[in-house]
């Protein structure tokens, strides 16, 4: 049964910075790239940031410089370190992985930026 589970969420005003984990349980772990969605309010789910099995990433143009993601195949966990956040990055923000085909998605968990 496959499980990803983010926190780190909270409320920061604009500039300041929050760290997400999303811990997978139910692959091997080490295999599987995993990304960070976002959707804020009245808008589409869009991808933030994604890393590969052997640590490639990539980033949206929108958060190239200030989010960096990060994983530590030993705690089965992925990061997003997010700095220099600005009110437009509020929303739910969600990690996903694919094993065996399947996606998979965490509950999300909200990120509020005030100005």
Known sequence: HVQLVESGGGLVQAGGSLRLSCTCSGTIFRLNAVAWHRQAPGKQRELVAAITS?????????VKGRFTISRDNAKNTVYL?????????????????????????GKGTLVTVSS
């Open 54 to 62: 052997i640590g490639s990433t990539n980033y949206a143009d929108s």
């Open 81 to 105: 370190q997010m700095n220099s956040l600005k009110p437009e990055d509020t929303g739910v923000y969600y990690c996903a992985t694919s094993y065996f085909a399947r996606d998979y998605w």
